[in-house]
């Protein structure tokens, strides 16, 4: 494991079939849809551009994992988080919550996203 990374963890599950169902519940009921993380990075048809320019500014590692990802490809050590979505810093192999649904949930845009979560990293 790297000595600092950042792990998004989407409260939504993998593959082609799902990503379709939440692209169409995104777009239909948005109100409904349980994950926030997605709804903020992620348009009709991948991830939005400002999403991916920031990401690639970070110059930190980062990891993304759907909630069924978990089992295979989450930190060694580390417990299933309760609550979905969230954001952790691993550092030396402790990981630090970021952002938990509640502080996600609340976020009405991706440029408020983007600005706290800077703002967490930096700070």
Not at 22 to 29: A, G, P, V, Y
Not at 75 to 86: D, N, Q, V
Request: overall charge neutral; aromatic content about 10%.
């Amino acid at each position: 494991m790297k000595s600092s990374e950042l792990l998004f963890i989407y409260n939504a599950d993998s593959g082609w079939g799902n990503a379709l169902w939440d692209s169409l519940h995104k777009w239909i009921r948005p109100e409904t849809y349980n994950c926030s993380l997605c709804r903020l990075t992620h348009g009709a048809f991948g991830s939005r551009k400002v999403w991916k320019d920031f990401i690639d500014e970070l110059h930190l590692p980062v990891r993304f994992l759907h909630r069924d990802e978990w089992p295979q490809m989450g930190p060694e050590g580390l417990t299933a988080p309760r609550e979905l979505p969230a954001i952790y810093r691993i550092d030396q192999g402790k990981a630090e919550l970021l952002m938990g649904p509640e502080l996600l949930n609340s976020f009405k845009d991706i440029g408020e996203l983007i600005g706290a979560l800077r703002a967490k990293i930096q700070g």
